[in-house]
Protein backbone atom coordinates (compact mmCIF):
# COMPACT_ATOMS: atom_id res chain seq x y z
CA UNK A 1 0.00 0.00 0.00
CA UNK A 2 1.38 3.31 -1.07
CA UNK A 3 -1.56 5.54 -0.67
CA UNK A 4 0.04 8.23 0.73
CA UNK A 5 -2.18 11.25 3.02
CA UNK A 6 -4.41 14.19 2.63
CA UNK A 7 -3.98 17.40 4.27
CA UNK A 8 -6.84 18.90 6.18
CA UNK A 9 -6.11 22.68 5.88
CA UNK A 10 -7.11 25.54 8.04
CA UNK A 11 -10.76 26.63 7.42
CA UNK A 12 -9.63 29.91 6.14
CA UNK A 13 -11.20 31.18 3.02
CA UNK A 14 -9.03 31.24 -0.53
CA UNK A 15 -6.52 28.94 1.16
CA UNK A 16 -7.84 25.41 -0.35
CA UNK A 17 -8.47 27.04 -3.80
CA UNK A 18 -4.72 27.78 -4.17
CA UNK A 19 -3.26 24.76 -2.70
CA UNK A 20 0.04 23.44 -4.50
CA UNK A 21 0.29 26.59 -6.11
CA UNK A 22 0.49 29.90 -4.51
CA UNK A 23 0.09 27.76 -0.90
CA UNK A 24 2.79 25.61 -0.18
CA UNK A 25 3.58 23.50 2.81
CA UNK A 26 7.60 22.65 2.20
CA UNK A 27 10.25 25.20 2.17
CA UNK A 28 12.85 22.40 0.80
CA UNK A 29 10.01 21.67 -2.53
CA UNK A 30 9.37 24.96 -2.83
CA UNK A 31 12.14 27.77 -1.44
CA UNK A 32 13.93 27.91 -4.54
CA UNK A 33 10.76 29.19 -6.88
CA UNK A 34 9.93 31.22 -4.17
CA UNK A 35 12.96 32.71 -2.98
CA UNK A 36 13.43 36.38 -2.32
CA UNK A 37 9.96 37.30 -2.41
CA UNK A 38 7.46 38.17 0.60
CA UNK A 39 6.52 35.19 1.80
CA UNK A 40 3.90 34.84 4.76
CA UNK A 41 3.45 31.80 7.14
CA UNK A 42 -0.16 31.07 8.35
CA UNK A 43 0.94 29.20 11.50
CA UNK A 44 -1.76 26.98 12.84
CA UNK A 45 0.66 24.47 15.21
CA UNK A 46 3.79 25.39 17.35
CA UNK A 47 5.20 22.60 15.43
CA UNK A 48 5.32 25.45 12.37
CA UNK A 49 7.94 27.67 14.44
CA UNK A 50 10.56 25.26 12.54
CA UNK A 51 8.67 25.58 9.34
CA UNK A 52 8.81 29.43 9.80
CA UNK A 53 12.66 29.50 10.29
CA UNK A 54 13.09 27.39 7.16
CA UNK A 55 11.19 29.78 4.84
CA UNK A 56 13.21 32.99 5.94
CA UNK A 57 16.29 31.32 5.06
CA UNK A 58 14.79 31.67 1.62
CA UNK A 59 13.65 35.61 1.79
CA UNK A 60 14.60 38.60 4.17
CA UNK A 61 10.59 39.33 3.86
CA UNK A 62 8.51 36.52 5.77
CA UNK A 63 5.43 37.40 7.66
CA UNK A 64 4.02 35.05 10.30
CA UNK A 65 0.15 34.99 10.90
CA UNK A 66 -0.31 33.59 14.17
CA UNK A 67 -2.94 32.02 14.35
CA UNK A 68 -1.94 29.95 17.71
CA UNK A 69 -0.23 31.70 20.65
CA UNK A 70 3.32 32.04 20.77
CA UNK A 71 5.58 32.30 23.91
CA UNK A 72 7.84 35.03 24.22
CA UNK A 73 11.00 32.92 23.77
CA UNK A 74 9.81 32.00 20.19
CA UNK A 75 8.73 35.70 19.20
CA UNK A 76 11.95 36.94 20.64
CA UNK A 77 13.68 34.15 18.34
CA UNK A 78 11.74 34.99 15.06
CA UNK A 79 12.03 38.86 15.75
CA UNK A 80 15.70 38.45 16.10
CA UNK A 81 15.59 37.24 12.18
CA UNK A 82 13.66 40.06 11.54
CA UNK A 83 10.58 37.86 11.12
CA UNK A 84 7.15 40.00 10.99
CA UNK A 85 4.82 38.55 13.54
CA UNK A 86 0.71 39.54 13.23
CA UNK A 87 -1.31 37.66 15.72
CA UNK A 88 -4.76 39.22 14.12
CA UNK A 89 -6.82 35.93 13.15
CA UNK A 90 -6.80 35.54 9.14
CA UNK A 91 -10.25 35.89 6.98
CA UNK A 92 -9.43 35.30 4.30
CA UNK A 93 -6.45 34.55 1.20
CA UNK A 94 -6.66 36.71 -1.64
CA UNK A 95 -5.47 36.25 -5.29
CA UNK A 96 -6.10 36.18 -8.88
CA UNK A 97 -6.65 32.53 -9.71
CA UNK A 98 -4.34 30.34 -7.94
CA UNK A 99 -1.41 32.49 -7.39
CA UNK A 100 -1.56 34.86 -3.69
CA UNK A 101 -1.58 38.34 -3.51
CA UNK A 102 -2.69 38.91 0.31
CA UNK A 103 -4.06 38.43 3.49
CA UNK A 104 -7.02 40.08 5.28
CA UNK A 105 -7.56 39.85 8.62
CA UNK A 106 -10.82 39.53 10.49
CA UNK A 107 -10.46 43.12 11.38
CA UNK A 108 -10.21 44.32 7.67
CA UNK A 109 -6.68 44.84 6.95
CA UNK A 110 -4.84 43.60 4.20
CA UNK A 111 -1.68 41.89 4.35
CA UNK A 112 0.48 41.84 1.04
CA UNK A 113 2.45 38.60 0.49
CA UNK A 114 3.35 36.97 -2.79
CA UNK A 115 2.74 33.11 -1.52
CA UNK A 116 1.95 31.23 1.70
CA UNK A 117 3.49 28.19 3.72
CA UNK A 118 1.26 26.50 5.66
CA UNK A 119 0.53 22.66 7.49
CA UNK A 120 -2.67 20.62 6.59
CA UNK A 121 -3.28 17.93 9.33
CA UNK A 122 -1.70 14.92 7.42
CA UNK A 123 -4.27 11.61 7.49
CA UNK A 124 -3.42 8.96 5.84
CA UNK A 125 -5.50 7.21 3.39
CA UNK A 126 -5.73 4.06 4.88
CA UNK A 127 -9.44 4.08 5.73
CA UNK A 128 -10.07 0.96 3.30
CA UNK A 129 -8.24 -0.93 5.96
CA UNK A 130 -9.58 0.09 9.12
CA UNK A 131 -11.82 -3.45 9.68
CA UNK A 132 -7.67 -5.26 10.18
CA UNK A 133 -6.76 -3.22 13.00
CA UNK A 134 -2.98 -2.73 11.88
CA UNK A 135 -0.85 -1.56 14.30
CA UNK A 136 -0.15 2.50 14.61
CA UNK A 137 2.75 4.77 15.44
CA UNK A 138 1.23 7.78 16.98
CA UNK A 139 3.23 10.80 16.12
CA UNK A 140 2.84 14.42 16.54
CA UNK A 141 1.44 14.61 13.07
CA UNK A 142 -1.00 12.33 13.71
CA UNK A 143 -1.27 8.29 13.51
CA UNK A 144 0.37 6.11 11.03
CA UNK A 145 0.55 2.55 10.16
CA UNK A 146 3.64 0.92 11.85
CA UNK A 147 5.82 -1.06 9.55
CA UNK A 148 9.43 -2.94 10.28
CA UNK A 149 12.25 -1.85 8.53
CA UNK A 150 10.96 -4.03 5.13
CA UNK A 151 7.88 -1.92 5.16
CA UNK A 152 5.53 -5.08 6.89
CA UNK A 153 2.94 -3.81 8.94
CA UNK A 154 1.47 -6.39 11.47
CA UNK A 155 -0.36 -8.21 8.66
CA UNK A 156 2.17 -10.77 7.32
CA UNK A 157 1.05 -10.11 3.83
CA UNK A 158 0.99 -5.75 3.93
CA UNK A 159 3.30 -3.38 3.17
CA UNK A 160 2.96 -0.02 2.87
CA UNK A 161 5.63 2.50 2.04
CA UNK A 162 5.39 6.18 1.50
CA UNK A 163 3.38 8.81 3.38
CA UNK A 164 0.71 6.95 4.29
CA UNK A 165 3.66 5.83 6.95
CA UNK A 166 5.65 8.73 7.42
CA UNK A 167 3.70 11.83 6.35
CA UNK A 168 7.51 13.73 6.26
CA UNK A 169 9.25 11.23 3.98
CA UNK A 170 10.16 13.17 0.26
CA UNK A 171 9.39 11.62 -3.02
CA UNK A 172 13.06 10.29 -3.26
CA UNK A 173 12.62 8.57 0.16
CA UNK A 174 9.33 7.04 -0.75
CA UNK A 175 10.62 5.43 -3.68
CA UNK A 176 13.37 3.90 -1.83
CA UNK A 177 10.49 2.81 0.75
CA UNK A 178 8.50 1.66 -1.98
CA UNK A 179 11.56 -0.32 -3.77
CA UNK A 180 12.53 -2.36 -0.09
CA UNK A 181 8.64 -2.86 0.25
CA UNK A 182 8.10 -4.15 -3.03
CA UNK A 183 11.48 -6.47 -2.74
CA UNK A 184 10.49 -7.63 0.75
CA UNK A 185 6.85 -8.58 -0.81
CA UNK A 186 8.56 -10.24 -3.52
CA UNK A 187 10.86 -12.43 -1.37
CA UNK A 188 7.74 -13.19 1.35
CA UNK A 189 6.06 -14.59 -1.83
CA UNK A 190 8.65 -16.59 -3.02
CA UNK A 191 8.96 -17.88 0.28
CA UNK A 192 5.16 -19.40 -0.36
CA UNK A 193 5.85 -20.82 -2.96
CA UNK A 194 8.52 -23.18 -1.76
CA UNK A 195 5.91 -23.53 1.48
CA UNK A 196 3.28 -24.46 -0.67
CA UNK A 197 5.72 -27.18 -3.18
CA UNK A 198 3.78 -30.21 -1.23
CA UNK A 199 0.34 -29.23 -1.20
CA UNK A 200 0.66 -27.88 -4.84
CA UNK A 201 2.36 -31.38 -6.30
CA UNK A 202 -0.07 -33.27 -4.79
CA UNK A 203 -3.19 -31.59 -5.86
CA UNK A 204 -1.67 -31.66 -9.65
CA UNK A 205 -1.45 -35.69 -8.87
CA UNK A 206 -5.07 -35.99 -7.67
CA UNK A 207 -6.52 -33.82 -10.41
CA UNK A 208 -7.49 -37.37 -11.32
CA UNK A 209 -8.18 -40.39 -9.61
CA UNK A 210 -5.29 -41.80 -8.40
CA UNK A 211 -5.62 -45.15 -5.95
CA UNK A 212 -8.28 -47.60 -6.65
CA UNK A 213 -10.35 -46.48 -3.65
CA UNK A 214 -9.59 -50.16 -1.65
CA UNK A 215 -8.02 -49.74 1.57
CA UNK A 216 -4.70 -50.69 2.76
CA UNK A 217 -4.56 -54.45 3.57
CA UNK A 218 -2.23 -53.89 6.20
CA UNK A 219 -4.11 -51.34 7.83
CA UNK A 220 -7.08 -53.61 7.74
CA UNK A 221 -5.71 -56.33 9.46
CA UNK A 222 -3.77 -54.45 12.31
CA UNK A 223 -6.69 -52.75 13.34
CA UNK A 224 -9.20 -55.68 13.16
CA UNK A 225 -8.92 -56.61 16.74
CA UNK A 226 -8.97 -53.22 18.16
CA UNK A 227 -11.65 -51.35 20.32
CA UNK A 228 -13.10 -48.58 17.75
CA UNK A 229 -12.39 -45.16 19.11
CA UNK A 230 -10.96 -41.65 17.81
CA UNK A 231 -9.26 -42.07 14.72
CA UNK A 232 -6.71 -39.25 12.60
CA UNK A 233 -5.90 -40.72 9.29
CA UNK A 234 -2.89 -38.29 8.40
CA UNK A 235 -2.21 -37.72 4.61
CA UNK A 236 -5.78 -39.55 4.15
CA UNK A 237 -5.26 -38.79 0.26
CA UNK A 238 -8.86 -40.52 -1.42
CA UNK A 239 -10.01 -41.39 1.81
CA UNK A 240 -10.49 -45.15 1.59
CA UNK A 241 -8.63 -46.20 4.67
CA UNK A 242 -10.67 -43.23 6.58
CA UNK A 243 -14.11 -44.70 5.51
CA UNK A 244 -12.69 -48.36 6.12
CA UNK A 245 -12.71 -47.14 9.71
CA UNK A 246 -15.55 -45.30 9.91
CA UNK A 247 -17.43 -48.53 8.54
CA UNK A 248 -16.07 -50.32 11.59
CA UNK A 249 -17.22 -47.79 14.06
CA UNK A 250 -14.82 -45.61 14.16
CA UNK A 251 -15.25 -41.79 14.50
CA UNK A 252 -12.78 -40.43 12.32
CA UNK A 253 -10.66 -37.57 10.99
CA UNK A 254 -8.67 -37.33 8.04
CA UNK A 255 -6.68 -34.80 6.93
CA UNK A 256 -4.57 -34.12 2.96
CA UNK A 257 -2.43 -31.38 2.11
CA UNK A 258 -4.34 -31.96 -1.33
CA UNK A 259 -8.29 -29.79 -1.60
CA UNK A 260 -8.39 -32.06 -4.73
CA UNK A 261 -7.76 -35.31 -2.59
CA UNK A 262 -10.01 -34.59 0.13
CA UNK A 263 -13.21 -33.52 -2.21
CA UNK A 264 -12.79 -37.09 -3.84
CA UNK A 265 -12.88 -38.27 -0.31
CA UNK A 266 -15.79 -36.40 0.24
CA UNK A 267 -17.63 -37.88 -2.33
CA UNK A 268 -16.31 -41.28 -1.29
CA UNK A 269 -17.42 -41.40 1.95
CA UNK A 270 -21.17 -40.38 0.94
CA UNK A 271 -21.37 -43.11 -1.65
CA UNK A 272 -20.13 -45.24 1.17
CA UNK A 273 -23.11 -44.01 3.27
CA UNK A 274 -20.26 -43.37 6.50
CA UNK A 275 -19.78 -40.01 8.07
CA UNK A 276 -15.91 -38.66 8.12
CA UNK A 277 -14.50 -35.61 8.73
CA UNK A 278 -12.62 -34.73 6.12
CA UNK A 279 -10.23 -31.54 6.17
CA UNK A 280 -7.83 -29.97 3.63
CA UNK A 281 -4.94 -28.47 5.75
CA UNK A 282 -1.12 -28.85 6.61
CA UNK A 283 -0.53 -32.12 8.05
CA UNK A 284 0.61 -30.59 11.03
CA UNK A 285 -2.24 -28.48 11.68
CA UNK A 286 -4.44 -30.89 14.30
CA UNK A 287 -7.14 -29.52 16.58
CA UNK A 288 -5.18 -28.81 19.59
CA UNK A 289 -8.08 -30.07 21.92
CA UNK A 290 -8.47 -33.43 19.83
CA UNK A 291 -7.26 -36.56 21.40
CA UNK A 292 -7.18 -39.56 18.95
CA UNK A 293 -7.11 -43.24 20.09
CA UNK A 294 -5.60 -44.26 16.85
CA UNK A 295 -3.14 -42.23 14.11
CA UNK A 296 -2.70 -43.40 11.39
CA UNK A 297 -0.26 -42.88 8.54
CA UNK A 298 -0.21 -45.03 5.35
CA UNK A 299 2.67 -44.71 2.60
CA UNK A 300 3.20 -41.26 3.95
CA UNK A 301 5.59 -39.79 1.16
CA UNK A 302 6.30 -37.32 -0.63
CA UNK A 303 8.53 -36.91 -3.80
CA UNK A 304 8.60 -33.15 -2.73
CA UNK A 305 10.00 -31.90 0.58
CA UNK A 306 8.16 -32.74 3.80
CA UNK A 307 8.97 -32.90 7.55
CA UNK A 308 7.57 -36.18 7.57
CA UNK A 309 9.32 -37.45 10.78
CA UNK A 310 8.36 -33.62 12.32
CA UNK A 311 4.29 -34.18 11.39
CA UNK A 312 4.08 -37.43 12.67
CA UNK A 313 5.91 -36.36 16.08
CA UNK A 314 3.54 -33.85 16.45
CA UNK A 315 0.31 -36.37 15.68
CA UNK A 316 1.74 -38.72 18.25
CA UNK A 317 1.51 -35.62 20.65
CA UNK A 318 -2.21 -36.08 20.36
CA UNK A 319 -2.75 -39.67 21.19
CA UNK A 320 -4.43 -40.21 24.12
CA UNK A 321 -3.65 -42.85 27.42
CA UNK A 322 -3.30 -46.25 25.60
CA UNK A 323 -3.76 -44.94 21.99
CA UNK A 324 -1.78 -45.99 18.85
CA UNK A 325 0.34 -44.86 16.10
CA UNK A 326 0.30 -46.54 13.41
CA UNK A 327 2.85 -46.17 9.84
CA UNK A 328 2.58 -48.31 6.84
CA UNK A 329 5.91 -47.41 4.49
CA UNK A 330 6.86 -48.75 1.53
CA UNK A 331 9.89 -50.65 2.88
CA UNK A 332 11.96 -50.08 -0.87
CA UNK A 333 10.77 -49.28 -4.82
CA UNK A 334 8.80 -52.00 -6.18
CA UNK A 335 10.32 -54.50 -7.78
CA UNK A 336 9.54 -53.68 -11.34
CA UNK A 337 10.77 -50.03 -10.54
CA UNK A 338 13.76 -49.02 -12.39
CA UNK A 339 17.57 -48.62 -10.86
CA UNK A 340 17.61 -45.91 -8.72
CA UNK A 341 13.92 -45.16 -8.85
CA UNK A 342 12.85 -43.50 -5.64
CA UNK A 343 14.25 -39.89 -5.83
CA UNK A 344 14.12 -37.80 -2.65
CA UNK A 345 12.36 -41.15 -0.89
CA UNK A 346 13.96 -42.49 2.28
CA UNK A 347 12.77 -45.95 2.78
CA UNK A 348 12.94 -46.42 6.66
CA UNK A 349 13.69 -49.97 7.97
CA UNK A 350 11.20 -50.57 11.11
CA UNK A 351 14.07 -49.77 13.25
CA UNK A 352 15.41 -47.12 11.37
CA UNK A 353 11.09 -45.51 11.36
CA UNK A 354 11.20 -46.35 15.51
CA UNK A 355 14.62 -44.44 16.23
CA UNK A 356 13.59 -41.74 13.65
CA UNK A 357 10.65 -41.17 15.50
CA UNK A 358 11.99 -40.99 18.87
CA UNK A 359 9.45 -40.94 21.32
CA UNK A 360 10.21 -41.77 24.88
CA UNK A 361 10.77 -44.99 26.01
CA UNK A 362 9.11 -44.88 29.05
CA UNK A 363 6.02 -44.01 27.34
CA UNK A 364 5.36 -45.82 24.10
CA UNK A 365 5.72 -49.38 23.77
CA UNK A 366 6.72 -50.62 20.16
CA UNK A 367 3.94 -53.29 19.32
CA UNK A 368 4.79 -53.63 15.74
CA UNK A 369 7.81 -53.45 14.51
CA UNK A 370 8.87 -55.72 10.90
CA UNK A 371 8.76 -55.30 6.92
CA UNK A 372 5.73 -57.64 5.78
CA UNK A 373 5.47 -59.08 2.51
CA UNK A 374 2.37 -58.66 0.01
CA UNK A 375 0.67 -59.52 -3.61
CA UNK A 376 0.89 -56.98 -6.07
CA UNK A 377 0.46 -57.12 -9.87
CA UNK A 378 3.01 -55.30 -11.98
CA UNK A 379 2.50 -52.57 -14.85
CA UNK A 380 3.02 -55.72 -17.55
CA UNK A 381 0.27 -57.69 -15.48
CA UNK A 382 2.62 -60.04 -13.86
CA UNK A 383 2.43 -61.02 -10.16
CA UNK A 384 4.71 -59.82 -7.90
CA UNK A 385 5.67 -59.51 -4.38
CA UNK A 386 5.75 -55.88 -2.43
CA UNK A 387 7.79 -55.45 1.23
CA UNK A 388 6.31 -52.88 3.50
CA UNK A 389 7.60 -51.46 6.64
CA UNK A 390 5.08 -51.71 9.58
CA UNK A 391 5.30 -49.77 12.73
CA UNK A 392 2.64 -49.80 15.60
CA UNK A 393 3.24 -47.90 18.74
CA UNK A 394 1.43 -48.12 21.52
CA UNK A 395 1.43 -44.76 24.30
CA UNK A 396 1.18 -45.92 28.38
CA UNK A 397 -1.53 -45.52 30.27
CA UNK A 398 -1.57 -42.56 32.80
CA UNK A 399 -1.56 -39.05 32.26
CA UNK A 400 -1.09 -38.50 29.07
CA UNK A 401 -3.16 -36.43 26.36
Known amino acids: MATGISDDL?????LAERWGSGVLHCPYCHGWEMRGRRLGVLLVSPLQVHQAQLVRQWSDDVVVFATVPLDEA??????????EIIADPVAEVLGEGVEVAGVRLRDGRIVP??????????????????????????????SFLAVDMT????????WAA???????????????????????ANGA???????????????RRYAEPVWSGRPNATLVDVVAGMEPGRALDLGCGEGADA?????????????DISPAAITRAHAAAETAGVDVRFIATDLSETDAEDAYDLVTASFFHSPVALDRTGILRRAATR????GRLLIVSHAGPPPWAPEGHGGPHVFLSAAEEVAALGLPSEEWAVEIAETRAREAVAPAGTPAKIHDTVVLMRRAFGDGA
Open 10 to 14: PDVAG
Open 74 to 83: IQRRLRARGV
Open 113 to 142: VDAIFTMGRARANDGFLAHLDLARSVTPLG
Open 151 to 158: GRTSSPRI
Open 162 to 184: GNVVDPTASVPVSMGAGAMAGAA
Open 189 to 203: LVEEDFDLAPAQYWD
Open 243 to 255: IRLAQHGWDVTGI
Open 319 to 322: IASG
